[in-house]
């Protein structure tokens, strides 16, 4: 009974994280061209502005022009936290399972931009921090699912002291 109750609660988060996957997958994709297809070099109020930028590099445009690492990195970055889920899917909170789905989905989502274009389209920029990148949906997956994940492990970590 035990471990029936186990394979369950492993079935539930594997499916969770593939769902929370694939959503954050299709919000990204779909999104970038919502925004490509209608809102370009929309400019509210001088502070969000709406721009195409092809970068072929990674967050703020390191590693550019370094196509085949980015997409090797992701393969191994998508591999690992599958594992990951699957590994340790009966300890995790679904809080955390969804965290590795946003993750998950927007590094598919920039992976499958390299592998098509050969670079992310990014188009959302911040006027108001001159220096910050111009970054697409699914960076701000990916930067809110590591967030999320590294809060969850630092309260685990608490609650284990």
């Known amino acids: 009974m035990i471990n029936q109750k186990h394979d369950n609660v492993n079935f539930i ?3 969770s994280f593939l769902g929370f996957w694939l ?3 299709l919000v990204a994709n779909f999104t970038t061209r919502i925004f490509i297809d209608y809102f370009i070099d929309l400019n509210i109020f001088n502070i969000f502005a ?3 930028v092809h970068n072929t590099g990674a967050a703020f445009n390191i590693l550019s022009n ?3 690492f980015l997409i090797i990195a992701s393969f191994v ?4 936290l599958t594992l990951i889920i699957i590994v340790n899917s009966s300890g995790m909170s679904i809080f955390s399972v969804f965290a590795a789905g946003l993750l998950s989905g927007g590094i598919t989502s920039n992976l499958l931009e390299r ?3 050969g670079y992310v389209i990014d188009y959302f920029y911040l006027k108001l921090i001159p220096e910050m990148p111009v970054f697409n949906s699914a960076d701000v997956m990916i930067v809110v699912g590591t967030a999320i994940l590294i809060f969850s492990i630092l309260k685990k970590k608490e609650r284990r002291l």
């Open 13 to 15: 988060m594997i499916f």
């Open 23 to 25: 959503s954050s997958f």
């Open 50 to 52: 709406i721009y195409e």
């Open 66 to 68: 370094s196509l085949d």
């Open 77 to 80: 970055a998508l591999t690992a």
């Open 115 to 117: 592998i098509n274009y």
